[in-house]
């Protein structure tokens, strides 16, 4: 056996021709020791920390997006910084109307729609919406030295710088026994007024919870006094519910103004006299000629012996004819009447009335049909012409006497 493996290698040896000698044997014992000693880069003792903060990284990423799911924290439309204009979402679909209320903080109140009124006022006259409403200023003096011709008016309203002066003792009678209602503007109660031995104070003016306004008169039926109170909405101090308030005192007033009289021939006062004619609207040939003379010169003496329904039949006329000059020419002037200054009347032509308009036509037309006329005399100085219209109604339209020139003149918002 040992002959044969030395056999075998003598035989390798003479084959591969490889000696391997003492040299070699050397070069290979310096190579593995310099291989030895050389340092080496052990990436192996990183991977088990990196596959640590792998693995943390991809939990929290999970862990995040379940808790925004749920809690929605991160907004998916929400745009990063820098990426543009902001998604704007649109809102969401309901049945719920637009809120209103930053662009109007108030309901639609309703506005007093009835018959003009002319009304005195003490003080400086108030803003309303209302059209037909007319004011006369006068001082608190004057206004005492009236008399009987404070019913030519509808009310009177006595403003809050004026309280103090309108609580004096001697007053109170004036208003207990006046024909007409007399309100005084932010005052809680009508004590002061109406009670002799009370004096004014601030305390009496107005606060939250209290009337803004009273309103005070003598009753027709029983002699006691007939009193109200008239508040702001949500008791709020602002000039929109201030002008709600004059409203509903318009409409107070206008109910007071009708009495039984009234509800018979349709002209709110007592009538010492009336009298029936059979006619129509169309001026005789002699009252045209008479307007024309008038409409040249402008001359009232020109009016004498006219009855109320001749210068009644004037005033349309002149209407009819569009002639504006004539008409503001057959109003009568001063100022209890409350007629508007002649630069008023012309300088704001709408307003006042200066243009003949569509609702003058439809008068006008309504008046041709009419064939009898009710002369209605409630006392020597005034006078109402009343009649019966197509739709049921007993419309008026009142006269004045001028006392100086001792002719009738139409009055201010003359239709009642």
Known sequence: MDKQLKDLKRAYKKQNGTIFSNNDRENVYRKLVSVQTKPQNNFSRYVPKALSYIAYGVMLVLILGIVNQ?????????????????????????????????EEQYPEFELYKGKPLNIAVVGESPEIKEKQVSF????????????NDLDSYDAVFIMQENLSQAAESKYADVYLNSTIPFFFISAINHIPFTVKDTEYNESWDWTPGNSYAVGVLKSTEDDSLKNWGFGLYNDELTEENIKEMYSRIFKQVEKESITNAEEDIGIGAPVKDSNSVQT???PSAELKALYNEYASKKNDQLLAGLSPLDVFKLYFYAKQLEDSETTFALYIKGEMFGTPSEDEYFG??????????????????????????????????EAIISWNDQEGSLPAFRLFKDPKKDVWKVSWLAMQ
Do not use: C, H, R, W
């Open 348 to 381: 704001d032509p709408e307003f006042y009335g200066a243009i003949f308009n569509e609702n003058d036509k439809k008068l006008y037309a309504g008046l041709q049909q009419v064939k009898e006329f009710k002369i209605n005399y409630l006392n020597d100085n």
């Open 280 to 282: 129509n609207i169309e």
């Open 70 to 102: 749920q809690l929605d924290i991160f907004p998916q439309d929400s745009p990063l910084v820098g990426e543009g204009t902001p998604k704007i979402e649109k809102p969401p679909v309901t049945n719920e109307k637009p809120n209103k209320e930053k």
């Open 136 to 147: 006369s200023e006068f001082s608190f003096e004057k206004l005492m030295l009236m008399g």
